[in-house]
């Protein structure tokens, strides 16, 4: 399958503690963003990468959020101290650089956050 | 007030009929506009993508952008139960490349046999 895949699919977790998500992109695909998704609403916009670089970060990701993409190949995000409002499903994104601008994001099936 | 503003519905619609689905927007800085569909628990998909204003037709689908107006809508033609799904309108801006698409809440809608 050489789909955009994110790891795990379902995770609970108590309030407090931390959480890491995984996302390996489309191989070729140099641009990765991750989204936040809760019920009724549609994504919202958390961060991107070009290859390793991050280059822009939305003001819902507060301190308690880190993202990576070591040597731009699959990137993790963390959510330390996790609290009730985390809870959502956070979905990955890539797309070829070069066709950044037409918005032909490929989404992985998301991970799905439940703190309680 | 959200950039990017789309009815929630749910949208009930008979198999076979013409489905209508639309957009507006309050930033005349889009120039992409985009549609995917989101099975429930799924990642969306993208079905069409558009630039600036005019129309696009992919099979069943029509995209239409109207950049005076700030509205944008998705026609789906001899809809089936299997269109059933959330619809999600997605906009970028063309400056600055950054290019990161804004969506839209969704449009649940629902085909019945």
């Known amino acids: 399958d050489t789909g955009v895949s994110q790891d795990p699919r379902h995770k609970i977790t108590k309030r407090g503690q931390n959480v890491t998500f995984r996302c390996d992109p489309i191989?070729?695909?140099?641009?990765l963003y991750w989204y936040r998704q809760t019920l009724g609403q549609g994504p919202e916009f958390l961060t991107y990468?070009?290859?390793?670089?991050?280059?822009?970060k939305s003001r819902l990701l507060s301190d308690r959020f880190s993202a990576e993409r070591p040597k731009g190949s699959f990137s993790t995000l963390e959510i330390q101290r996790t609290e009730q409002g985390d809870s959502a499903m956070y979905l990955c994104?890539?797309?070829?650089?070069?066709?950044?601008?037409?918005?032909?994001?490929?989404f992985g099936e998301g991970s799905r956050l439940t703190v309680l | 007030q959200k950039e990017v503003e789309q009815d929630p519905g749910p949208l009930s619609v008979p198999e076979g009929a013409i489905v209508s689905l639309n957009c507006t927007y309050s930033?005349?800085?889009?120039?992409?506009f985009m549609w995917y569909r989101q099975y429930s628990r799924k990642g969306p998909e993208l079905l069409m993508y558009?630039?600036?204003?005019g129309n696009k037709e992919d099979g069943r689908f029509t995209a239409q952008v109207d950049k005076s107006s700030k509205y944008i809508s998705l026609f789906i033609r001899d809809s089936q139960p299997s269109d059933s799904a959330t619809y999600l309108c997605?906009?970028?801006?063309?400056?600055?490349?950054?290019?990161?698409?804004?969506f839209g809440r969704g449009t649940s809608l629902i085909v019945h046999p």
């Open positions: 930033n005349s800085a889009f120039q992409y």
């Open positions: 558009t630039y600036s204003s």
């Open positions: 191989s070729e695909h140099n641009r």
């Open positions: 990468f070009q290859n390793e670089a991050q280059l822009e």
């Open positions: 997605a906009m970028t801006k063309a400056s600055g490349g950054s290019y990161i698409p804004t």
């Open positions: 994104a890539s797309i070829l650089g070069g066709r950044a601008n037409t918005g032909e994001l490929f």
